[in-house]
């Protein structure tokens, strides 16, 4: 017999329990979920943890109803549901924020909160779901403009509008798959009130992050996943860090990564007064200036939406300047080709590696040489030389501790965390003046951010000059040596890392400080 249900106060009914029993998904090679045991309850914030490649998204893809599984099934209220698809799934009241994005680039951001609504007529009132967009926005600090196209968007944009979209189906199960990832301390702090007051009134919260300390912070039972297995389910009353990453990874994890004394050298980037426009022709770089020295890590924290990407694609000629200069080993740049400014010893580690880094159908072999598959070393006369390809990338894959069944692998078929290091791998052979490295550890589980974050302090110890995009404050504090804060296109402070604290760097990020 179903337990009573009450509806919440989004006007869905409550879902008492949320369980998967015995699930096992298989694809080609690859066992994703091997007789996995996971359940939810009303008013509960159950958190999921675990590697790229663990089985969590699987897990949840299935509970949301995009796969189905080859073992086992889901019960909602003790009775057995069957998810054909997510609108089986958002009838049932299961919504979810998905890691990649779900959205169409070619609609609004109010088209695409919209689709998937079911209205009481045959037209749907897209005046009224803006307005209600907006109030939502507002009231979670998620700034957003409802009217502009979702293909010029940052991928932090692009983040809160699927945040706002599942707080605007108000399911009465939500998934939350990494949707802090975009937001200061004090957004994620007013984000966790919220959350907070859904669970207070019934709702049901799964979440997915690679933050330990968020986790220890807001939930109230903890499932550890490895290898397609729960590790162990466990109440949160005085967990460890340690014992969590511990639990993910199979082995102790080094938190903060060893920084050696270094001297710093000579200006190797310098940008002056640089100015330039987003996708949607604003002026998105505001007489933006700054230096980095050889064997200096600059750290840039801003929100996503900021000017962060546009000052990483114009130093790297993906974006034209409409003003300014940019000098790189004493030598200006801007006039350069994209190659070119490779050429001179730049190298970029862009913030979508799956939309400007890689090319998911070719071989990890053929990303490795994707950006100088026309050097003498890779060529035999006028032919390629595939044997020299393949030591190239085994060596790369080597170094770098890149897990793939082989060099001819397709680059889609492996974890994220595995694809950033590839990247970072290429883009570190060419011996660069200067990495830009940006996001360099979104979406890459706990072992590969340590490992990635390792390499960086190598780099600068060897006397590169790093420009370091991030939004994760830790990451920002943990690596640089100085901090410059951005705000609606502009540099309103630069800090000494010893000097900095997450309060006020939080501050002026939402643009209530300067420096």
Request: hydrophobic share 40%; with cysteine.
């Amino acid at each position: 017999m179903m337990p009573p249900t009450t509806t919440l106060p989004s006007g869905h009914t409550r879902i008492e329990t949320a369980a998967l029993q015995g699930i096992s998904k298989r694809f080609p090679g690859v066992l994703a979920n091997d007789h996995v045991n996971f359940d939810v309850n009303a008013g509960e914030i159950h958190a999921l943890l675990g590697e790229n490649g663990a089985g969590k998204s699987t897990l949840m893809k299935i509970l949301y109803g995009l796969y189905q599984p080859d073992e086992g099934e889901i019960t909602l209220n003790g009775e057995v549901a069957r998810f054909h698809s997510p609108a089986d799934s958002l009838t049932a009241g299961i919504g979810m924020i998905h890691q990649h994005f779900m959205l169409v680039p070619t609609l609004t951001v109010t088209e695409n909160v919209a689709l998937g609504i079911r209205s009481g007529g045959p037209l749907l009132n897209l005046k009224q779901v803006r307005k209600r967009l907006i109030a939502l926005s507002d009231a979670y600090g998620l700034k957003i403009d409802p009217d502009v196209y979702v293909w010029q968007l940052s991928v932090g944009e692009q983040q809160r509008v699927e945040i706002v979209k599942a707080l605007y189906q108000g399911g009465a199960l939500i998934i939350l798959d990494e949707p802090t990832a975009v937001l200061t301390p004090q957004e994620v702090d007013e984000l966790f009130v919220t959350l907070r007051q859904m669970r207070d009134e019934g709702h049901s919260l799964i979440f997915i992050s690679h933050k330990l300390y968020e986790v220890q912070d807001l939930s109230d039972r903890i499932t550890v996943m490895r290898d397609g297995r729960v590790v162990d389910t466990i109440a949160n009353h005085g967990v460890e860090q340690r014992t969590l990453a511990r639990m993910m990874v199979g082995r102790d994890v080094q938190f903060q990564p060893d920084r050696p004394p270094v001297t710093v050298g000579e200006v190797k980037l310098a940008v002056r007064s640089l100015c330039a426009q987003n996708d949607r022709d604003l002026l998105a770089l505001k007489e933006v200036s700054l230096e980095i020295r050889a064997g200096e890590v600059l750290g840039i924290a801003g929100v996503s939406g900021n000017g962060q990407r546009e000052l990483a694609e114009c130093i790297a000629g993906l974006r034209p300047a409409t003003g300014g200069e940019v000098i790189l080993n004493g030598h200006s740049i801007l006039s350069l080709s994209v190659q070119e400014r490779l050429q001179s010893g730049l190298s970029f580690v862009p913030e979508e590696r799956n939309r400007h880094g890689t090319i998911g159908s070719f071989s990890v072999a053929e990303n490795a040489i994707l950006q100088n598959n026309d050097a003498p070393q890779f060529l035999n006369g006028p032919f390629y030389n595939f044997e020299a390809i393949r030591r190239y990338t085994v060596d790369l894959i080597q170094k770098f501790n890149i897990k793939t069944p082989g060099h001819e692998t397709l680059l889609k078929n492996l974890s994220g965390g595995n694809v950033q290091k590839l990247i970072l791998a290429r883009e570190l052979s060419r011996q660069p003046v200067l990495l830009i490295a940006a996001q360099p550890t979104r979406g890459v589980d706990i072992g590969a951010s340590e490992y990635i974050r390792g390499v960086l302090m190598q780099q600068r110890s060897s006397g590169v000059a790093i420009l370091l995009i991030s939004e994760d404050l830790d990451e920002i504090m943990a690596l640089s040596d100085r901090i410059a804060v951005m705000y609606e296109g502009e540099v309103v402070g630069v800090v000494d890392r010893d000097d900095a604290d997450v309060e006020t760097l939080g501050l002026m990020m939402a643009g209530a400080q300067r420096a």
